[in-house]
Structure formats: C-alpha cells, structure tokens
C-alpha cells in the first residue's frame, strides 16, 4: 500500500494523463471561424451533466466517514448551490447565463435530453454516489476525475481564453468556466486529500484509482457521442 503522499501523486499523474483538451471535438469548436451549431449541442450536452453536479457532492457528504473531509465537501456544496466563496452565482445559474450567449432558449434548456453516452456518463456516477461502500471510488470519480476536467490548458490558454475570439463571447458570458478554473483547483486538491485519507488498503487504492480511469473513459465516450451525432445529422 502507498503512503498517503504517494498516492496523492499517483492519483494526480492518472488524472493529467486523461484530460479532454486533445480530443477532436476540441480541435473543432477552437478552430476557426468557429462551429456555432456543435458548440450549443456541447453546451446543452453539457448541461444535462451540471444539472447533477451538485446533488452529486450531496451524496459525498452525505456518505462520507470522516468528519474533517466532510466539511470540506460542505464548503464545495455551498460554492456549486450559492456561488457565494467566488463571488459569482449558483453554478447551474452560471451555465444557464453561457446557453443564453450562444442563443439558445430557456425552453431549449428544459427540453434537451442527455444523449447516450452522456447519459451514461450521468448514470455511472450517480451509481457509485447511491453506494456508501463505494464512497472512495466515488469521491475519486467526483471529486478528481470530474472536477479535474476544468483544469484543462491548451497552449498555455484554457477554455474561458479560447472561445471569446472565436465566438465573441463576454466575460461575463464565460462566469461559469472562470469560475471554475479557479475553484477546481482547490476542489481537486481537497479530492485528493479525501481518497487518500479513506483508503486504508491497497485493494481501495487500486479501486479508487481504476474509477478515475473508468470516469475519464465516460468523458471521452461523451466526447465521442456528441461529435458523433453532430456529424450524423450534417450527414443526413
């Protein structure tokens, strides 16, 4: 079994190896002039998967063991529910204000459906949140692979630097990924720091570490799907 410092940096080399920024959906909506119609299918995509999001780190408290890791949970609960620590908003209320930008209606919000794969994305976490026994795995797919996802840079910029060339989008328009470029950073060092702390065996760091694999799998073949199904309606 690795000590608790060890594997934190195990778990953070998993993670960096299986960020999204390379993949071809990426390349698509970065270049230009830009892929307006891919870019609000992503978003609402997108969507569907911060629609969970908070509720997720409901079921990581709820179902944490450990007290002092339980409060750092409650304090991410109440940054995604209030915006308050940031200074913003709701996080979900964020992520409203971007799908308003790219010009897509409240009414488009409530009636878009997960596609496959990210429905699949959805599901396999709620699976490991719904399940005390597997809190690490879950905290390790929550709170590092999913939070990480906002770590991403490419060539030095990261999203919220990227899309307003190409798009024309505000400062304001991009809150939400502002936002969290900045608080993932202290919410993935916080996962880390759980799963290290609750697993006190080598088969729960295997566990947790095969969930960041398993969840950053999820997150390409969502990738995947929303590519997919753009490109099979511009061939229709």
Not at 30 to 36: A, D, R, S, T
Not at 99 to 111: K, V
Not at 149 to 171: F, H, W
Not at 181 to 192: K, Q, S
Request: with cysteine.
């Amino acid at each position: 079994m690795m000590e608790a410092a060890e594997f934190r940096k195990t778990m953070e080399k998993a993670l960096h190896g299986r960020l999204g920024r390379e993949h071809a959906i990426v390349a698509e909506l970065e270049k230009p002039p830009g892929n307006l119609p891919l870019l609000r299918m992503f978003a609402l995509q997108g969507y569907q998967l911060t629609k969970n999001f908070a509720r997720y780190v409901g079921g990581l408290y709820h179902h944490c063991p450990i007290e002092k890791y339980r409060i750092r949970l409650a304090i991410n609960l109440y940054e995604e529910e209030t915006g308050k620590l940031s200074k913003s908003d709701n996080h979900l209320r964020l992520m409203q204000k971007f799908l308003r930008a790219l010009g897509i209606s409240e009414e488009q919000m409530e009636t878009a459906r997960a596609f496959p794969a990210t429905q699949e994305l959805i599901d396999w976490r709620w699976q490991l949140v719904n399940d005390r026994a597997s809190f690490h795995r879950a905290a390790a797919a929550i709170a590092i692979a999913s939070e990480g996802q906002n770590l991403e840079q490419k060539a030095g910029k990261a999203t919220k630097d990227l899309l307003p060339g190409i798009y024309g989008l505000s400062a304001k328009d991009l809150q939400f990924f502002t936002v969290h470029a900045t608080e993932d950073v202290y919410h993935v060092r916080d996962g880390l720091h759980i799963v290290a702390g609750v697993c006190d065996s080598q088969q729960m760091q295997d566990e947790a570490l095969q969930a960041i694999h398993d969840t950053c799998d999820r997150f390409e073949w969502y990738f995947d799907g929303v590519l997919q199904i753009y490109q099979e309606g511009i061939a229709a």
